[in-house]
């Protein structure tokens, strides 16, 4: 049981509590479900043929990487990594990998798949790890992207949506361990 209070789980609507803050509706259910859509066709379509290796980084992948995959028609694998930057609604700029893969990705089509790209450095930081396996390609898929605070020049090819630089919530993304049970997308009340 959560040891802090939360409003309950729903589609509606409504503002949101999580542990301190205030969080507002931001992206519906049905509109994720729709960019979703669109990058598995795109993804259905660019890897025709092929076997692909899904790589999510939890634990915020959890709610995306089940709905992109239901929607995907090749033959392929997923499997997960565990990696840490945040503290709170703040990036720390340091990177720990909690898990990483058991198994080499040589030779393999590679898509990684993130809740949110932020400033990147969780991202390139497993991507540069990954390219010295010599995968025969590597892309990277995420939900969320926030352009204003992107750094790196990794390029990031599938974004099911971009957003404003603000601090979000929801479909797996969460302040401090909590918030990830939503539906949809809430963004912090200013
Ligand atoms: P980056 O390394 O700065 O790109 O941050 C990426 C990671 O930080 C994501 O995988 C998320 O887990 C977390 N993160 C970044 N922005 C947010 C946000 O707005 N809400 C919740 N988590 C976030
Ligand atoms: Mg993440």
Same mark, same amino acid.
Do not use: W
């Given at each position: 049981?959560?040891?802090?209070?939360?409003?309950? =789980?729903?589609?509606? @609507?409504?503002?949101?509590?999580?542990?301190?803050?205030?969080?507002?509706?931001?992206?519906?259910?049905?509109?994720?479900?729709? @960019?979703?859509?669109?990058?598995?066709?795109?993804?259905?379509?660019?890897?025709?043929?092929?076997?692909?290796?899904?790589?999510?980084?939890?634990?915020?992948?959890?709610?995306?990487?089940?709905?992109?995959?239901?929607?995907?028609?090749?033959? =392929?694998?997923?499997?997960?990594?565990?990696?840490?930057?945040?503290?709170?609604?703040?990036?720390?700029?340091?990177?720990?990998?909690?898990?990483?893969?058991?198994?080499?990705?040589?030779?393999?089509?590679?898509?990684?798949?993130? $809740?949110?790209?932020?400033?990147?450095?969780?991202?390139?930081?497993?991507?540069?790890?990954?390219?010295?396996?010599?995968? @025969?390609?590597?892309?990277? =898929?995420?939900?969320?992207?926030?352009?204003?605070?992107?750094?790196?020049?990794?390029?990031?090819?599938?974004?099911?949506?971009?957003? @404003?630089?603000?601090?979000?919530?929801?479909?797996?993304?969460?302040? $401090?361990?909590?918030?990830?049970?939503?539906?949809?997308?809430?963004?912090?009340?200013?």
């Amino acid at each position: 049981m959560p040891t802090t209070p939360q409003t309950p =789980c729903s589609s509606s @609507a409504k503002p949101i509590q999580v542990k301190d803050l205030t969080f507002v509706p931001y992206v519906s259910e049905s509109e994720l479900l729709e @960019a979703i859509d669109r990058i598995a066709q795109q993804i259905n379509t660019e890897y025709q043929g092929k076997e692909v290796l899904f790589v999510g980084v939890l634990n915020g992948v959890f709610m995306f990487s089940s709905d992109l995959l239901k929607r995907i028609d090749l033959n =392929c694998q997923i499997n997960f990594v565990k990696l840490s930057s945040y503290d709170g609604t703040q990036s720390t700029e340091k990177v720990k990998q909690l898990f990483g893969l058991s198994e080499s990705v040589e030779g393999k089509h590679v898509i990684l798949i993130e $809740d949110i790209v932020d400033t990147g450095i969780t991202i390139e930081g497993l991507y540069n790890d990954l390219m010295k396996q010599n995968p @025969a390609s590597l892309e990277i =898929c995420t939900l969320l992207f926030k352009p204003d605070k992107y750094t790196k020049i990794v390029p990031i090819r599938y974004v099911a949506k971009s957003v @404003a630089n603000e601090f979000v919530v929801g479909y797996g993304l969460d302040y $401090d361990g909590y918030g990830r049970n939503f539906p949809m997308i809430y963004q912090l009340q200013s």
